[in-house]
């Protein structure tokens, strides 16, 4: 016999475990489905480990740029007891999950959901019956197709090495190719990073990242760009990465390959076409409330409704907004204006709202304050001499636009501008701010 329920969710991430506790507590029947351990992307394979091993690379990296500055003896990353460490956040986490839902009475299944129906499902041979159904699937690394792809390893992979590779490549030149090559690069490995793009980090500000530039140099980090991979060719134990540039091709020796090259869900297990949920070029068919405009009765949310950027808070944004239309008819639509976005290199680049370029496209009026900061007391003080800004504020309103960061707490500061923008706040009103001193907040009020 099918479990029947209110709603029956696909994946146990963020999207998925904030709407499945929301609708339930109002007294909902609800199921959750995941074929791999309960708890998402973020906490077990994404954000939370890669801030841990982020976290250690920084600290040693600070040791290292404040010799002869009164600290003296150099000091190493111990890779097994970091990861040990980092288990102690991702271990307990699936067992948690499965706990914290049989108390709410969510059932927990497990296995790979697909559509037989528009209101059905089957997982391991199960049938559910739902009058809801959330896609919240998430997103898997991209097909490169190129021989060899399955030589790659994922994110997943690299976040649990028992051992750090000497030689790491990394496909892509996005957030996850530069946290992790910062990371790996600090704990003593050689790195190349492979971007067919002609600069890293092409979501952030490009002067920016030319300022950051610097940081990926002085760890050693060899970054091509304009550089595509090819194929990659298995030799014993080690990997040869075939990469075509402009003039010719190069083979780059490597003990591990990790895909860094992009991140879209994978519809296709799904079988929605067997569900009536309908799909254009990839994206799924949603109108202002996330609702499928093919099968009323299924939603969607976080990285799979790829509705805002594919970031923890949006998912999280996402399944209040799911949850409050399940319940009480669809009233409600994501808002993503301010998302703020960070890429936990060492140090840190962040941006929220409007970048330069789309500001100009647009035809908006603005006055622009942009500095590379290196002499500025916070940079000095962190001996981090990578340190700069990029500030826009409507000229007609004195409202900001957006802000763009790079340097020590640039991870934090960039949500105080993401607060003002989302409160549209001005200029003024941040520069009016008595913010604590001496911290990173404490620049804001120069920055404008
Ligand atoms: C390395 C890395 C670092 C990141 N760092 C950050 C960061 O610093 N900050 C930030 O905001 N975001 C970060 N992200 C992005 C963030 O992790 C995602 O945006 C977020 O986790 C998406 O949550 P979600 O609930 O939409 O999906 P997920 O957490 O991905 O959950 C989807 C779940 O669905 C399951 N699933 C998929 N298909 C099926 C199926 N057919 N049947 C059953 N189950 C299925 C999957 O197994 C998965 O567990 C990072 C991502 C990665 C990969």
Redo the contacts with the bound molecule.
């Keep these: 016999m099918a479990g029947r329920y209110d709603l029956a969710v ?7 475990t904030a709407t499945a506790t929301r609708v339930r507590a109002a007294g909902w029947s609800v199921a959750v ?4 351990p309960f708890g ?3 906490v077990l ?3 939370d480990p ?2 841990v091993l982020a976290g250690a690379a920084s600290a040693l990296d600070r040791v290292r740029r404040m010799q002869g500055k009164g600290i003296a003896g150099d000091t190493h990353i111990d890779w097994p007891a970091l990861m040990a460490f980092k288990r102690t956040f991702t271990d307990p986490v699936p067992e948690q999950r499965e706990r914290s839902f049989a108390e709410q009475g969510i059932t927990g299944y497990h ?4 559509f037989t129906g528009r209101n059905t499902l089957e997982v391991n041979g199960e049938a559910i019956e739902a009058r809801h159904i959330l896609i ?4 898997e690394p991209v097909k490169l197709g190129v021989p060899g792809e399955e030589y790659l390893a994922t ?1 997943e992979d690299f976040l649990a090495l028992a051992a750090l590779p000497r030689r790491i490549v990394l496909a892509g030149g996005g957030y ?1 190719a530069a946290e992790f090559s910062h990371v790996a690069a600090r704990c003593g490995a050689q790195v190349t990073i492979i971007q067919h793009g002609d600069r890293m980090l092409t979501r952030f500000d490009p002067e920016l990242v030319d300022w950051l530039d610097a940081s990926f140099r002085s760890a050693g980090i060899d970054v091509r760009t304009g550089a595509s991979v090819q194929a990659i060719e298995k030799n014993g134990s080690a990997y040869a990465v075939q990469v075509a540039r402009e003039g010719g091709t190069d083979s780059v020796e490597a003990d591990l390959v990790v895909h860094a090259a992009g ?1 879209k869900p ?1 519809f296709d ?2 079988d929605l076409e067997a569900g009536g949920v309908a799909v254009e070029k990839g994206r799924l068919r949603l109108n202002d409330y996330l609702q499928s405009t093919s099968n009323p009765a299924v939603y969607a ?4 409704a790829q509705m805002g950027p ?6 999280s944004h996402d399944a209040k907004v799911v949850a409050a239309n399940l319940l009480e008819g669809n009233h409600h639509r994501p808002d993503y204006r301010a998302v703020p976005s ?1 890429a ?1 290199t060492i140090p840190p680049i962040a941006a929220v709202g409007m970048s330069e370029h789309e500001a100009r496209n647009k035809g908006i009026p603005f006055r622009m304050k942009r500095q590379k900061a290196s002499n500025w007391f916070t940079a000095r003080q962190a001996a981090q001499p990578v340190y700069g800004f990029k500030v826009l504020v409507e000229e007609s309103s004195g409202k900001l636009l957006g802000a763009h960061l790079v340097g020590p707490h640039a991870d934090e500061v960039i949500n105080l501008f993401a607060l003002a923008i989302r409160h549209d706040l001005r200029a003024e009103d941040l520069k009016e701010m008595m913010f604590a001193y001496p911290t990173g907040a404490s620049d804001i009020g120069y920055m404008l």
């Design positions: 696909i994946g146990t991430g963020v999207a998925a489905i995941d074929y791999h998402g992307t973020c394979r994404g954000c890669k801030k296995g790979r959901a697909r919240a699937c998430g997103a994110n996850i991140r994978d297990a799904l949310a976080g990285d799979a594919p970031l923890t808070p949006v998912s960070v936990f």
